[in-house]
């Protein structure tokens, strides 16, 4: 073997070192790589950051049910940091994770199309548990207005005369009305329009059927105080003889001229689905015979019926009660009625009351309050009583 020179001593031995220099890398270029991927696969399944999403929030409403379930699956061990942001930014004392208020129309939407008071009604929003609301004491105007302002015809240079009106006030404080219902894992794990349909079309139109039942027939209580049992509703009796199955027209002319005067462009007619037939067949009796007063006579069967009585609105609940009954059919200008929306409507999830049957347990809060706002109806200098809630009432 000839002899190598001092340059190719050299040459080998940068070659061979070069090459295990290589291997060297390429061993750890590609543990890295493994490490990153393995890293990657963990973050995938990881509950998100709040420093990548805590500005960004959640994304859709199903993403904010998906991450209450997590939770509770938990055990609440892991929670995403977005429902621990959400919950900061209010307080309930019934616990639960705070809806995010950018789904709170969302939630609402679809009830409200149906809804007939919470529509048309003065909404507030409370920021506090209670809010007192003040109002004019205005029962009579046989000898003042507005529970004492008197004016007084006075003579030039004499004795003006002092008065004041009277002042009371209504307090909103929120009820809690709340929803409690459970569904497979199978259906919240495997389908996302399932939670959207199941949640909002069901729980949320539970919700708003009991608020809008409250709003009519609330005891005032534990409930709002609904417009059927509120001291301003005036009552008009039914006419000498007139059976407990029919609706005259006298009837409704007589809730029409006994609501607040300024209330007449805004009230809406509320019935019951049971006064609807006696609507359509509503006659003006004329001599021997009668004259369809509210389909039109030309008309008969041949076209729906109409959508207004005397020019108002009227809508049909079945939150009236029946033919006959008192508060069968209302006349009310619901900008009288005052709902106090506390705004802190929860969500909660829970696997452990179901958990033998593989169900996932969700509870819906409400915070609310309603009250009509006059303390009484009005008796006018003359003529009957007036009221922005006029009731016809029980025939016997």
């Not at 990881?46 to 929030?57: C, H, I, L, M, Y």
């Not at 079309?201 to 708003?208: F, K, N, Q, S, W």
Request: charged letters at 20%; proline letters at 6%; aromatic letters at 8%.
């Amino acid at each position: 073997m000839p002899e190598m020179t001092l340059t190719e001593i050299k040459e080998l031995i940068v070659e061979t070192v070069s090459d295990t220099v290589n291997d060297k890398l390429n061993e750890e270029v590609e543990q890295a790589l493994k490490s990153a991927m393995e890293k990657l696969r963990e973050e995938d399944t990881k509950v998100p950051d709040a420093k990548t999403n805590q500005d960004e929030g959640f994304k859709t409403i199903n993403e904010y049910f998906r991450s209450v379930r997590d939770a509770s699956a938990s055990g609440y061990k892991v929670i995403d940091k977005r429902l621990v942001k959400a919950a900061s930014e209010g307080t309930d004392s019934a616990g639960g994770f705070l809806v995010p208020s950018q789904f709170y129309p969302e939630l609402l939407k679809i009830d409200l199309e149906d809804a007939i008071v919470r529509p048309n009604a003065r909404v507030i929003p409370m920021a506090t548990d209670s809010m007192p609301i003040p109002r004019v004491i205005d029962t009579s105007h046989s000898s003042s207005l507005f529970g004492g302002v008197i004016g007084y015809w006075t003579a030039e240079a004499g004795t003006l005369n002092e008065t004041s009106p009277a002042f009371g006030q209504l307090e909103l404080i929120p009820k809690k009305l709340t929803g409690y219902t459970y569904a497979s894992n199978e259906l919240l794990a495997d389908s996302a329009i399932g939670v959207n349909t199941f949640l909002l079309d069901i729980l949320r139109e539970a919700l708003v059927w009991y608020e809008e039942e409250a709003f009519f027939n609330g005891n005032g209580g534990t409930q709002p105080l609904g417009i059927t049992g509120a001291p301003c509703v005036v009552s008009v009796s039914g006419e000498t003889g007139q059976d407990a199955s029919t609706i005259k027209p006298i009837n409704l002319a007589k809730m029409y001229a006994q609501m607040l005067p300024r209330s007449q462009k805004r009230a809406v007619w509320v019935a019951n689905n049971a006064v609807l037939p006696q609507l359509i067949t509503l006659g003006q009796e004329v001599g021997t015979g009668g004259n369809i007063v509210w389909i039109g006579q030309n008309k008969g069967m041949t076209e729906a019926p109409p959508v207004t009585i005397l020019g108002r609105p009227v809508y049909f609940t079945e939150h009236l009660p029946t033919l006959g009954s008192a508060n069968q059919i209302m006349f009310c200008d619901f900008s009288y009625y005052l709902i106090g929306d506390r705004m802190s409507l929860s969500v909660e999830a829970s696997p452990h009351p179901r958990f033998q049957y593989d169900q996932t347990v969700w509870r819906f809060i409400q915070r609310v309050d309603g009250k009509p706002w006059p303390a009484s109806s009005i008796t006018p200098k003359n003529g009957n009583a007036l009221s922005p809630f006029v009731s016809l009432a029980a025939i016997t």
